[in-house]
């Protein structure tokens, strides 16, 4: 999804508008494309960023200490549910 979003950014930056009227400066065309594709790249890159820093549930170890009905606490990530939503004391209870 990233690279076509690139590649779009990248088309629509090349390609001559014309319905625009005759160009006064292209220096400036270039640089406001430029700023352009840019803005798109480093957004590119925030949200592969951001997507790199989320924990990986579906590869971690879950069980269901003894005693505690709807708990529910992942090894790797340290961390417990209960009843689905996170619990800061069961984990800390578990964990600590």
């Given at each position: 999804m990233r690279?076509?979003?690139v590649l779009l950014a990248t088309a629509m930056a090349l390609t001559p508008?014309?319905?625009?009227p005759a160009r006064a400066n292209d220096k400036s065309d270039a640089v406001v494309?430029?700023?352009i594709l840019g803005a798109l790249i480093a957004?590119?890159?925030a949200k592969n960023a951001r997507k790199s820093q989320r924990f990986d549930?579906?590869?971690?170890?879950?069980f269901f200490p003894p005693g505690?009905?709807?708990w529910m606490c992942y090894v790797n990530a340290r961390q417990c549910y209960?009843?689905?939503h996170y619990s800061a004391s069961a984990t800390r209870e578990i964990f600590h």
């Amino acid at each position: 999804m990233r690279v076509l979003s690139v590649l779009l950014a990248t088309a629509m930056a090349l390609t001559p508008m014309a319905t625009q009227p005759a160009r006064a400066n292209d220096k400036s065309d270039a640089v406001v494309a430029g700023a352009i594709l840019g803005a798109l790249i480093a957004g590119a890159a925030a949200k592969n960023a951001r997507k790199s820093q989320r924990f990986d549930y579906a590869n971690d170890t879950i069980f269901f200490p003894p005693g505690r009905q709807g708990w529910m606490c992942y090894v790797n990530a340290r961390q417990c549910y209960v009843k689905g939503h996170y619990s800061a004391s069961a984990t800390r209870e578990i964990f600590h």
